[in-house]
């Protein structure tokens, strides 16, 4: 069965600063990776994807993630914070033959930024 | 740019009682889902549904849940008699495809509905 760990629960950065959240996962085979942000009182909006092809995948706002397989992983990453990404971040894995069905979340990171 | 609207935002109802979650999806979706998150826990994966039917179900969607698309834009998924364990965030999503052989596009979410039980 596929699992995603997110080992960071609470993470504070000030503003301006790199940020890098993790994400691990299990999987049989390549999945579908995705990385989802929820601001208060907002849906989940999809931040980025890997499906395939190139490891290093940009996304909105400024974020990238690279898929590692060797490592598992598919870290979300942002050279430079806004105050306006204060939010919680979700990594979740699908599975290519299931599609959004059996989305995998992981517990999800809240990021708190400050001045 | 189209979302995926939900309502109430937020439910309170007492145990034993039945309730209606609302979701508009995009309007050219075909796919529709509901997921849920318990406080403190992980988003979790309750239905989907195509052409009128659900098409996967998690072991968390028992006979106590439903879903319905009553007309050609509401989709709703309704608990028949609430538990306390009921609470939490429920999300509404819809795409457009659903897997590799369809053609895969990623689900876009609702704001979600808090729901409540005492």
């Known amino acids: 069965a596929q699992s995603v760990t997110q080992p960071d629960i609470h993470i504070t950065v000030s503003e301006g600063a790199s940020l890098e959240l993790r994400c691990n996962y299990s999987?049989?085979?390549?999945?579908?990776l995705f990385w989802y942000v929820q601001s208060p009182g907002q849906g989940l909006q999809l931040l980025l994807k890997?499906?395939?092809?190139?490891?290093l995948v940009q996304g909105i706002k400024g974020f990238e993630a690279e898929f590692k397989r060797s490592q598992s992983s598919f870290n979300l990453r942002k050279p430079s914070v806004h105050w306006s990404d204060a939010a919680e971040y979700f990594c979740?894995?699908?599975?290519?033959?299931?599609?959004?069905?059996?989305?995998?979340f992981g517990t999800g990171t809240r990021l708190t930024i400050i001045p | 740019e189209p979302e995926v609207t939900q309502t109430p935002s937020h439910q309170v109802t007492q145990m034993g009682q039945e309730v209606i979650l609302r979701c508009v999806p995009i309007?050219?979706?075909?796919?529709f889902y509901w997921y849920r998150q318990i406080l403190g826990q992980k988003v979790e994966f309750l239905v989907s549904f195509y052409n009128n039917e659900i098409s996967e179900k998690s072991e968390i969607f028992d006979d106590q849940f439903s879903v319905e698309r009553p007309d050609g834009s509401n989709f709703t998924l309704k608990i028949r008699s609430t538990k306390l364990e009921d609470s939490a965030m429920y999300f509404c999503a819809s795409s457009e495809a659903r897997s590799r052989g369809f053609g895969y596009t990623e689900a876009f979410f609702g704001q979600g509905t808090r729901l409540t039980v005492v």
């Open positions: 890997y499906f395939s092809g190139d490891t």
């Open positions: 309007s050219n979706h075909l796919y």
């Open positions: 979740a894995v699908g599975n290519p033959n299931f599609g959004n069905e059996k989305l995998t």
């Open positions: 999987y049989g085979a390549t999945p579908y």
